[in-house]
Structure formats: structure tokens, C-alpha cells
């Protein structure tokens, strides 16, 4: 299963409203998840099972989506925000992750 | 809480074979319903998800290595392994294990592995 995010790159202005896309070339169900990364750190899960938050993730990220279409949303960037995001998919082996989204500062 | 660390040589020569080992600590690596996985990501690109191990012993590979890599587990010492055989210049990447059931929670910090002569 191949993930195709969009855009690859999305430039905002804190305080703006982010919407992240991820597509699956097939179904995974809800069994989607989002991650942020920030330079030199590992990944963060942020969103599992398309929808759900995991523990510390702000109310700002949301989650939507089933099936082979999938959106991230932050509502009002914060700085600490501006990152790479990456799906992936859980649905069959093997797993993968989509190319990722570099949320920038405008 | 749960935590991951990776352990392993930062430099390993071509075609040698690159061994990392994950210590898991702050929870039983025999803890039902969850598997463990090994991720990695080359220098400025993207992640791939290389293999998953379960304690009882299902493991999964990533066709794209499959041949060339093994991973284990270790339940009394409560870590899993990584082993990728003849490596190249393709295989340098921070390497990352993480918990996992579907999706990946919490990762290890990850470890750069360079391979060059």
C-alpha cells in the first residue's frame, strides 16, 4: 500500500489553520496513524486509528477520515508546530509511511 | 514509563553486518498484544519500517530487505535485536525501534549507523 501525502511543503503564518492530506492507493480501514518530527528528534505519534489523539497530543490536532483518504488539521499553529508530519498506514503488512509534509514558517 | 534505547557500533564496513540491539525498560517486552518494531530513516529522507517481532514469536519483514535481515528477541534480558547482512552505502540511516500495534509508540532515539571503509 502506497501513502501519497500533499503538499510536500506548506508554508503558514502562526496562528493559521494547517490542513494535511494523506491518501492510501488502497483501504487500510481507520487504521491510520500521524507523527510529527522535529530535526534531530525521532517521531511523535500525534494521531492513531485515524481520529484518535494519543496521550500529550494538544486539542489543536484533529484527525479525520477513513477508508483511503485521510486529513491532519491544526487549527491555530503554534511555533513549536512548524515540523515534518509523516502517515502511516497499520492496516497489512507490510506497513509503510507516506514521503511526509514540512509544515514551514512563512 | 516505557522507554526504548538502541545500542550498537555507529560505523560498519561494506558487505560486514550491521547488529543493534533494543533495550526496553519501564514495562515487559512480554506484554500481550504489543509487537516491536525496527525503523529507519536515511540521513535528510524518509522512514521505512524494516520488521516487527511479537514475544511469542511471529516476526515480519519488509520484502524490500527480506533475505537480508533477522530479528529477535530476548525476553529475559527484555530487548530485541536487529541483525541486516551485507551491508552498503544504501543501509546508512538512524536506525529506530519502537512499541508498536498498528501504530508506533514511544520510539527509541534512535542510533546513526554509517557504513564506509
Avoid: M
Avoid at chain 2, 31 to 39: A, K
Avoid at chain 2, 76 to 84: A, D, E, G, I, T
Wanted: proline letters at 6%; charged letters at 15%.
Amino acid at each position: 500500500i502506497v501513502l501519497t501525502q500533499s503538499p510536500d511543503t506548506l508554508s503558514l503564518s502562526p496562528g493559521e489553520r494547517a490542513t494535511l492530506s494523506c491518501r492510501a492507493s488502497q483501504s487500510v480501514s481507520n487504521y491510520l496513524a500521524w507523527y510529527q518530527q522535529k530535526p534531530g528528534q525521532a517521531p511523535r505519534l500525534l494521531i492513531y486509528e485515524a481520529t484518535n489523539r494519543a496521550a500529550g497530543t494538544p486539542a489543536r490536532f484533529s484527525g479525520s477520515g477513513s477508508g483511503t483518504d485521510f486529513t491532519l488539521a491544526i487549527s491555530s499553529l503554534e511555533p513549536e508546530d512548524f515540523a515534518v508530519y509523516y502517515c502511516q498506514h497499520g492496516s497489512n503488512w507490510p506497513f509503510t509511511f507516506g514521503q511526509g509534509t514540512r509544515l514551514e514558517i512563512k | 514509563q516505557l522507554q526504548l534505547q538502541e545500542s550498537g557500533p555507529g560505523l560498519v564496513k561494506p558487505s560486514e553486518t550491521l547488529s543493534l540491539t533494543c533495550i526496553v525498560s519501564g514495562g515487559s517486552i512480554s506484554s500481550s498484544g504489543y509487537y516491536w518494531g525496527w525503523i529507519r530513516q536515511p540521513p535528510g529522507k524518509g522512514l521505512e519500517w524494516i520488521g516487527n517481532i511479537y514475544y511469542g514469536g511471529r516476526i515480519d519483514y519488509n520484502p524490500s530487505l527480506k533475505g537480508r535481515v533477522t530479528i529477535s528477541v530476548d525476553t529475559s534480558k527484555n530487548q530485541f535485536s536487529l541483525k541486516l547482512t551485507s551491508v552498503t552505502a544504501a543501509d546508512t540511516a538512524v536506525y529506530y525501534c519502537a512499541r508498536h500495534w498498528r501504530s508506533l509508540d514511544p520510539w527509541g532515539q534512535g542510533t546513526l549507523v554509517t557504513v564506509s571503509s
